[in-house]
C-alpha cells in the first residue's frame, strides 16, 4: 500500500500516490509551470520567487541551507493546498548549476562524450519534459535572466507543436483509459490551452522610489520608465509570436495563447541578492549588535570628525531601490474584485511576511507586484474564464479544471507515455523526427559531412596496388582523414570518420589485402592473403585460396655437393632454407653420391608431437664458472651407484651445453672407418644406444634417443638431450676419390672467382714403423716398385716419421652465386703466376673462421658472403704407413655467445637477447670421421634457428666477428 501523500514537500514524476488521503478531492485545481533559465547563484533558482507567493521556503538553490533534493526526474512539484494550486518547476542544463554539475560528472567518466553530445541528449530530455507541461498546465512561466525575448524559443515552439499533432491521436487514445477524465479532455489530449506568461529578470533599466510618488499623482499622465519597458517588451513578443505563427487566432489550434487584454509579461529590476549566507549573518550580526549609539554618530558628525555623507547616500543607504508595482488593468481589477472566496483572492491580502522570512532578493514592493501579477490569471482559470481568442468568430476554447487525484494519475500515465519504453513503438518515429528538427547543427554537420565522405573515399582509392599491406593501408587511411579534416565540421565529425575508417578497411579487405608474412629474410610476402597448405578455412565464407609465401625475392645458390647452383626462393621456414631446397636439387645432381647420414628423428607412433622446451635461465648460459659449479655437483651425483643418479648427471650436463665434445673425450670405437660410411639409396638411419656401464665411472653413457616427440627447431648447445630434429640442417656427401682434386687446376665447380678454388694442404706428421723391403718389392715388376716409388712419402731407410697430407678447404657463397675460399678470417685465396698457393690451412685448423666475409663481386654497395660448405680432401691408405682418418666436429655460431650491454637478463623470460647465442652442431654423439681416399663436402645451414629467433646475418659490422665456425672443428686419429 502506497504511503500517505504529504502536501508540506516536493515530490517529483512519477509519483506513488494514495488517492484517498487526499482532502476535499471534489474541487479542481490549477496547474502553474515553470520553465526557462536561470543565472548562476548557489542560493537561489529560477522557482525561488514563488516563495513569496506561497509564504513557505519550498523552492530552494541547488546548494540551499533548506535544500530539498529530487531523487527522479527532473521536475520539482509542490500543492499549495490552502490555494489549490499545483506548481511545476522544470529543472535541466538550462540552469546553471545543473549545467556545472554535470560537467563536473562528465569529466570525472574514464570515457567520456564530448560536451555537444551532452547538451545533445539533454536538449531532447528537457523538449520533452517541456511537451509534458504544455500537454498538464494551465499557466506557463517562461523564465528568463535577461532584459530580452531569445528567439531561440520560436524553433522550439514549432518542434513541441508538431510533435503534439503526430502524438495528439495517441494521448487522446491513452486519457480514455484513465479513469475520471471527461470527454473533452480526453478528446483533447490536454486540459487546456496554456496561457504563456513572461519574467525577465535584471532589466537594463533602474528605478527609484521616488517614482513611485511621480506616478501616484493624478497630474501626471506619463508612464514611468519601467512600465514603457514592459509595453514596449509585450507588443514585440505579440508581433513575433503572431508572425511566425506560435500563436493563431483560435487557441485550440495553438501549442500555446497570450493573454490579449491583459499584461503577460513582468519585470524585475535589480535588486539586492545574498549569495553567501555567512556574509548575511555577520553583517546583520554588525548592524543589530553594534555598541554605538546614535547619540554618537549624530555627536560624532556635527563635531566634524567625519566627513558627512551626501544627500543622495543617506538616502539610498536608508531606502534600497525596489520597483514601482505595475497597476493592474481594468480586467484584472474587476476580477479581483469579484472572485470568490474559494479562489486565489487571499494572495492579493495576505499577511506581509517578516524580514526573517523574506525570501532574499526581493522587497516587500516586489512581492506584492509578483502576486497581483500571478493572481489575476490564476483566478481566470478557477473562474473558467480563459478565452484568448481572436476576431469576430471565435471558437470556445476548451477548459478543464481537474481534481488532483485525476491530474496526478493522468500525470503519471502521460510520463509513462513521454519517457517509458513500454510506448516506443508509438513514440518512436516522432520523437526521432523532433530530434532532428532540434537540432539543426547535427543536420547541417551531417549533411556537410556526407558531401566530403566521398572525396575522402575517392583520396584513399586513388592509384591503389591490386593488393597492399597495412602499414600502406593505414597510410592512405591516414591521407583519407586528412582529407577529410579539411572539409568536414561540426557534432557528426566523429561518427563520418569513424564510418570512413570502416569504409575504407571494408574496401582493403575485399579482396585487396595482402598477406604479411615475412620470410626469414625479412621481406614480405607478395602474394594475396591465402591459407598456406594443410591450413583448414576459418568458416564456410573463406573463400582464400591454398597457395606457399612467396616473397619475389632470389638468390642463387649450390647443391649439398657444389657441382650445380640453381635459384633459390626467399624461405619462409628453415626447412624450406635447410633441407628442401637441397632436396629438390638431390633428384639431379647429389642422389648418387656416397652419403653420411646425420641423426634425425625416427618415430615409433602415428602421431609425433614437437617436445615442450623451458626457457633457458641465466645460470644455465654457457660460461666457466657455471659448468664449474655444476660440475662438482655433477661429480657427487657420479658417485651414486644407481642408474637413476647416473641419467640425472647426463641430463644436467647435456642442458648444461656440455655436449659440444672434443676427439680426444672419446674412446676410438673398434669398427673400421668404413662402417659409417652409408649409401643415399639404403636410406636407413643407423643409431647405436649403448647401455652405460655402471661399475666404471670414467665411461659416459649415451643418452637415449625419444621416438615419440621430436625437435621442433634446429639441435644447439642448449637442446634438451634426447631430442632430435624431423630433417637435418647438415649435410655430408663425397664428391669422389682423393685424385679428384689436383693441387695444380684446384676444384672445377660452377661460381668460383678466378683463383680461388684453391684447397689449403694440411701436413700430417705420423711414425711410421721402420721395415726392410721384401723380396718380391725390390726384384718385382716395375709396376709394384713404381707403386712403392709413389707411395713412399719421402722417409728414407733409418727415418721413423711420415708426413701425411689434408687437403681443406672452407667455401663462401653469395647471394649472387660468387664462390670461393679463403686461407684465414676475410682472406681469399690468391694463387701466383704459375698457379701455386703459397698457404696453408694451419688457421682454418686453429683459428675461428668468421661466418660472413666480404666477397669481391662487383656490387654497388658491397655483398657479405656466407661460409656454406667444408672440403676435406682426405689421403689414401699407404701400405706400410700407419692409417690416418679426419674427423670434423662443425661447431657454428651465428651471433654474438653473450647478450648485448644494454640488455638486461630476465628470470620471466628466457630469450635469445637475455642468454645470447647458442651454438649449433649436427647432433651427433662423437666427432664425425671422415673415410678414406675421397673428396667430401660438409654442406652448413643457410638459416640458423632455435625456439627463440632466427639468427640473420647481423646488420651491424662489428658484430661480424662473433659470428664465427668454432676452432676445433678438424682432428685425426692413427688406427
Known amino acids: 500500500m502506497a504511503a500517505p501523500f504529504e502536501f508540506d514537500r516536493t515530490f ?38 514563488l516563495n513569496p507567493i506561497i509564504d513557505k521556503e519550498i523552492f530552494q538553490g541547488p546548494e540551499g541551507l533548506f535544500q530539498n533534493q529530487i531523487k527522479n526526474g527532473n521536475l520539482e512539484c509542490y500543492f499549495d493546498a490552502s490555494s489549490r494550486v499545483m506548481y511545476l518547476h522544470l529543472t535541466s542544463h538550462y540552469d546553471v548549476n545543473v549545467l556545472s554539475k554535470k560537467c563536473q560528472d562528465l569529466r570525472k567518466l574514464e570515457q567520456s562524450n564530448d560536451f555537444y553530445s551532452l547538451c545533445q541528449e539533454e536538449d531532447v530530455k528537457h523538449a520533452k519534459t517541456l511537451l509534458l507541461l504544455f500537454t498538464l498546465s494551465h499557466i506557463m512561466i517562461l523564465f528568463h535572466p535577461g532584459g530580452t525575448f531569445d528567439l531561440s524559443y520560436l524553433r522550439l515552439f514549432h518542434s513541441l507543436d508538431a510533435v503534439r499533432g503526430k502524438l495528439q491521436t495517441s494521448m487522446c487514445e491513452m486519457l480514455t483509459s484513465v479513469p475520471g477524465v471527461s470527454s473533452k479532455w480526453s478528446s483533447f489530449g490536454r486540459v487546456c490551452t496554456p496561457r504563456v506568461l513572461f519574467v525577465f529578470e535584471a532589466p537594463s533599466i533602474e528605478t527609484q522610489p521616488e517614482d513611485a510618488d511621480s506616478i501616484s499623482a493624478k497630474s501626471s499622465k506619463k508612464y514611468p520608465p519601467l512600465k514603457k519597458l514592459q509595453m514596449g517588451i509585450e507588443d514585440m513578443i505579440y508581433r513575433i509570436l503572431r508572425k511566425t505563427r506560435a500563436v493563431t487566432n483560435i487557441s485550440n489550434n495553438s501549442l500555446f495563447s497570450i493573454a490579449v487584454n491583459q499584461q503577460f509579461v513582468y519585470l524585475h529590476s535589480k535588486r539586492l541578492e545574498i549569495s553567501d549566507p555567512s556574509e548575511f549573518m555577520t553583517s546583520m550580526i554588525r548592524q543589530h549588535c553594534s555598541p554605538h549609539s546614535e547619540a554618537v554618530v549624530s555627536e560624532s558628525t556635527t563635531s566634524g570628525q567625519h566627513k558627512p555623507k551626501s544627500y543622495c547616500l543617506n538616502r539610498r543607504k536608508a531606502n534600497p531601490p525596489v520597483p514601482e508595482p505595475l497597476g493592474l488593468s481594468m480586467t484584472s481589477t474587476q476580477s479581483a474584485a469579484t472572485s470568490k472566496p474559494g479562489t486565489l483572492s487571499h494572495l492579493g491580502s495576505s499577511p506581509p511576511m517578516s524580514s526573517g522570512a523574506r525570501q532574499p532578493g526581493f522587497g516587500k514592493g516586489q512581492e506584492q507586484c509578483l502576486k497581483e501579477f500571478l493572481r489575476q490569471h490564476v483566478d481566470m482559470v478557477f473562474m473558467k474564464s480563459v478565452n484568448d481568442n481572436v476576431g469576430r468568430h471565435g471558437v470556445e476554447p476548451i477548459f478543464e479544471l481537474p481534481q488532483l487525484g485525476t491530474w496526478l494519475r493522468v500525470a503519471n500515465k502521460m510520463h509513462d507515455f513521454f519517457f517509458s519504453e513500454a510506448y516506443s513503438n508509438v513514440t518512436a518515429h516522432p520523437f526521432s523526427l523532433f530530434r532532428n528538427s532540434l537540432d539543426i547543427s547535427t543536420r547541417f554537420s551531417e549533411n556537410r559531412c556526407n558531401k566530403v565522405l566521398p572525396l575522402a573515399e575517392s583520396a584513399y582509392q586513388q592509384d591503389l596496388p591490386p593488393y ?55 621481406n614480405l610476402c607478395t602474394n594475396k592473403v591465402h591459407l598456406l597448405p594443410g591450413q583448414e578455412p576459418e568458416g564456410p565464407d573463406d573463400v582464400r585460396v591454398v597457395a606457399d609465401c612467396c616473397s619475389l625475392v632470389q638468390t642463387k645458390a649450390a647443391c649439398n655437393c657444389g657441382r650445380m647452383q ?57 660460461g666457466e664458472d657455471g659448468v664449474k659449479e655444476q660440475g662438482k655437483d655433477s661429480t657427487k651425483d657420479s ?3 644407481d642408474v637413476f643418479g647416473t641419467l640425472s648427471e647426463l641430463s644436467l650436463a647435456l642442458s648444461l651445453g656440455q655436449n659440444a665434445l672434443q676427439a680426444e673425450d672419446f674412446e676410438p670405437k673398434a669398427s673400421p672407418g668404413g662402417s659409417q660410411r652409408e649409401v643415399a639409396e639404403s636410406g636407413e638411419d643407423k643409431q647405436q644406444v649403448a647401455s652405460p656401464d655402471l661399475n666404471q665411472g670414467k665411461a659416459k653413457p649415451l643418452r637415449q634417443v625419444s621416438t615419440t616427440e621430436y625437435l621442433a ?29 689436383s693441387h695444380m687446376m684446384g676444384l672445377e665447380l660452377p661460381g668460383f672467382l678466378p683463383g680461388s678454388n684453391f684447397l689449403l694442404p694440411w701436413d700430417i706428421s705420423i711414425k711410421s714403423e721402420q ?32 708426413t701425411v697430407r689434408v687437403y681443406l678447404g672452407m667455401e663462401y657463397e653469395c647471394p649472387r652465386g660468387h664462390r670461393f675460399f679463403c686461407s684465414g678470417p676475410d682472406k681469399i685465396i ?23 666475409t666480404s666477397c669481391h663481386c662487383k656490387q654497388p654497395k658491397g655483398c657479405l658472403a656466407q661460409m656454406m660448405r667444408v672440403f676435406v680432401c682426405t689421403p689414401r691408405d699407404i701400405p706400410g704407413v700407419p692409417s690416418l682418418r679426419v674427423t670434423v666436429s662443425p661447431q657454428v655460431q651465428p651471433a654474438p655467445a653473450t647478450p648485448p650491454p644494454h640488455t638486461a637478463p630476465s628470470s620471466s623470460s628466457a630469450g635469445a637477447s637475455s642468454s645470447g647465442c647458442p651454438q649449433f652442431h649436427p647432433g651427433l654423439e662423437s666427432p664425425l670421421e671422415l673415410p678414406a681416399d675421397g673428396v667430401w663436402v660438409v654442406r652448413l645451414p643457410s638459416i640458423y634457428q632455435d625456439e627463440h629467433q632466427v639468427y640473420l646475418m647481423p646488420n651491424d659490422h662489428q658484430v661480424l666477428h662473433s659470428c664465427v665456425l668454432l676452432s676445433g672443428m678438424f682432428s685425426y686419429r692413427m688406427l
Not at 830 to 852: E, F, I, Q
Request: glycine share 6%.
Open 12 to 49: 517529483s514524476l512519477p509519483i506513488d500516490l494514495n488517492t484517498s488521503c487526499i482532502p476535499k478531492p471534489d474541487e479542481g485545481i490549477c496547474i502553474v509551470s515553470i520553465y526557462g533559465k536561470s543565472r548562476f547563484n548557489p542560493f537561489i533558482s529560477k522557482a525561488t520567487i
Open 468 to 522: 597492399y599491406i597495412t602499414s600502406f593501408h593505414e597510410s592512405r587511411l591516414n591521407k583519407a582523414k586528412r582529407v577529410f579534416s579539411q572539409y568536414a565540421r561540426g557534432p557528426g565529425y566523429a561518427k563520418y570518420m569513424q564510418e570512413l575508417e570502416l569504409s575504407c578497411t571494408r574496401y582493403w579487405k575485399s579482396g585487396r589485402q595482402q598477406c604479411e608474412a615475412l620470410s626469414l629474410t625479412g
Open 566 to 622: 640453381a635459384d633459390r626462393d626467399d624461405p619462409f621456414h628453415f626447412k624450406s632454407a635447410n633441407y628442401d631446397f637441397y632436396q629438390e636439387l638431390e633428384a639431379v645432381c647429389c642422389s648418387k653420391l656416397e652419403h653420411i647420414a646425420m641423426p634425425v628423428f625416427t618415430p615409433s607412433t602415428s602421431d609425433p608431437k614437437a617436445a615442450t622446451v623451458l626457457p633457458v635461465l641465466p645460470w644455465q648460459q654457457d
Open 639 to 641: 658417485e651414486k651407484p
Open 713 to 741: 627447431y634446429m639441435v644447439h648447445s642448449r637442446s634438451p638431450p634426447g631430442l632430435l630434429p624431423k630433417f637435418s640442417s647438415f649435410s655430408v656427401c663425397r664428391l669422389g676419390p682423393s685424385s679428384l682434386y
Open 771 to 802: 721395415a726392410w723391403p721384401s723380396v718380391a718389392e725390390t726384384f718385382g715388376s716395375g709396376k709394384k716398385r713404381q707403386q712403392r716409388k709413389i707411395s713412399k712419402a719421402g722417409p728414407e731407410p733409418g727415418d721413423t716419421a711420415t
Open 830 to 852: 690468391k694463387v701466383s703466376s704459375n698457379s701455386m698457393v703459397k698457404d696453408n690451412a694451419s688457421r682454418l685448423v686453429h683459428m675461428d673462421m668468421p661466418l660472413y
